[in-house]
């Protein structure tokens, strides 16, 4: 039988997803290693600029959340398999757009405040 073509999408955004919510809480951890940054920097500094990566990266996550969302309203013809496939992930994509609004919240706190908070 062929895959849903909503849940292929799905998937592929909740894989995208996934990767720049990493990537977005990676970043301030790797302002923290001493050997990325400038010896022109202060660390403080350093950990303030990471919020800004932070954000975009949110942003990109937050734009694969709503893709996810934008899945479950397909145009035309459904397959048989829709029903089932939204009463499945659906209530999912609510979770994964908040995850990146308080990712984008902590990130803009860092960018705004991070020379404070170290």
């Not at 073509?5 to 996934?18: A, N, T």
């Not at 309203?73 to 048989?80: A, C, I, R």
Request: hydrophobic fraction near 45%; include cysteine; charge should be neutral.
């Amino acid at each position: 039988m062929e895959p849903c073509i909503v849940e292929v999408r799905f998937l592929k955004e909740r894989r995208l997803f996934y990767i720049f919510t990493l990537l977005t809480i990676t970043a301030p951890f790797l302002s923290l290693i001493e050997t990325l940054r400038p010896n022109s920097e202060e660390f403080h500094t350093w950990f303030q600029r990471s919020g800004s990566a932070m954000v975009v990266l949110a942003l990109l996550a937050e734009t694969h959340a709503y893709q996810m969302f934008d899945a479950f309203k397909p145009t035309g013809f459904v397959s048989n398999t829709y029903s089932s496939t939204k009463e499945k992930y659906y209530h999912q994509v609510k979770w994964y757009n908040l995850i990146a609004f308080v990712l984008l919240t902590f990130g803009t706190i860092i960018w705004g405040y991070g020379d404070l908070l170290i």
